[in-house]
């Protein structure tokens, strides 16, 4: 099976969409039956690339302010970068440039293609008046929809019940994904730099309105517990939310965007991770924390719901619920030592079962016809 791979989430750009299509297209390609070409549809270069890659090609291309244009002439060189060879089908990996392409060049070379939506492609979309014309169309057309989510295939499924929906959920490999010695002596110096009888907070990504962070610390304030615990915020956050942490004292340490390996300190300095989004999709953030044997405090939605689902002694709270957020922070204030090590080794094993690349590429050979 020849695929082509519509992307405008790729390395070297940072975030967890970029990490997916990378982690993903590397698993597909091992499987022998499959070639894929990835098209990188890039806003930052001028000039078309392609390189040979194990298990395809690598193709990038120019997206200038006229996108129309540039979609159009991306077509054409795809057409010569191909030397006669046929494609069975596209992938369109969320975004909204993929999901725009996609319909258009299956149309001109009459074969089919899939959408894969990822947590915000469907969210946001779906309320954009603007986006929404393009969402719909790719949809509709497409033969198979793949999300990170059930909650996402159930919402696809209720206003498109004849499209063929499949979850494909996140993964990570815990052999690959473990802390050095270097990352040990560093997560110690950091915690050497605060007080020992707090609990520790870490909140990893891109901490955008949606992950809940403002919401979280606006509940310790409200509790009183800013001597209870210590935030480390590694990420953007917003200037109203910094000014909110200053304002009312709040202990926390804030790094902002790292390489994705230098993050590994932050999580092993960390008693808890906590990810209290109102929505979301399926944040590589949980699995990373799982995978180095650290404790959970997720907002039961979305794809954290999943993951609760295979877990049920993950600590977790309703999302945007006050009353039960107090209610947990409480619990993790009374848990012993025994109880937290319990949870974070059933927190690990779950993610080492149900998560690993093995099955996400199992899930994704269901969604391109090969499993």
Request: overall charge neutral; hydrophobic content about 40%.
């Amino acid at each position: 099976m020849h695929i082509l791979w519509l992307t405008e989430n790729y390395f070297p750009q940072k975030g967890g969409m970029a990490e997916s299509c990378d982690r993903i297209v590397y698993g597909l390609r091992k499987i022998p039956s499959i070639t894929l070409d990835l098209l990188y549809l890039n806003k930052k270069t001028t000039v078309p690339q392609v390189k040979q890659v194990v298990g395809g090609q690598h193709l990038e291309v120019p997206i200038a302010d006229d996108v129309a244009h540039s979609i159009q002439m991306a077509f054409l060189w795809i057409v010569q970068q191909a030397n006669g060879k046929k494609y069975d089908k596209i992938v369109a990996f969320g975004g909204y440039l993929p999901l725009l392409a996609a319909p258009v060049l299956a149309a001109k070379w009459n074969i089919p293609y899939i959408v894969a939506l990822r947590g915000n492609d469907w969210d946001t979309a779906l309320l954009d008046n603007k986006r929404l014309p393009v969402l719909d169309r790719a949809i509709r057309t497409a033969q198979t929809i793949s999300v990170v989510t059930k909650s996402k295939a159930n919402e696809i499924q209720y206003l498109y019940p004849r499209q063929k929906v499949i979850v494909t959920p996140n993964s990570i490999d815990t052999a690959e994904w473990k802390a050095l010695p270097t990352d040990q002596e560093k997560a110690l110096q950091l915690r050497q730099t605060t007080p020992d009888n707090r609990i520790h907070l870490g909140f990893l990504g891109y901490l955008k309105e949606k992950k809940g962070l403002h919401f979280f610390v606006e509940n310790l304030v409200k509790m009183q517990l800013q001597d209870q615990f210590y935030l480390w915020i590694v990420g953007e956050i917003s200037e109203t939310t910094e000014h909110y942490l200053q304002r009312h004292q709040l202990p926390y340490t804030h790094a902002h965007s790292l390489d994705k390996w230098a993050t590994i300190p932050y999580y092993l300095v960390a008693d808890f991770v906590v990810i209290p989004s109102f929505y979301d999709g399926f944040p590589n953030t949980l699995l990373e924390a799982a995978a180095l044997q650290k404790n959970l405090l997720l907002a039961n939605v979305d794809g954290m719901a999943d993951f609760i689902e295979k877990c049920p002694q993950c600590p977790s709270f309703a999302p945007a619920d006050p009353l039960s957020l107090q209610k947990n922070l409480l619990a993790l204030l009374r848990s012993t030592p025994a109880e937290k090590q319990a949870q974070a080794q059933e927190i690990y094993q779950t993610t080492r079962t149900h998560f690993s690349p093995k099955q996400e590429i199992k899930q994704w050979l269901k969604v391109v016809g090969e499993g």
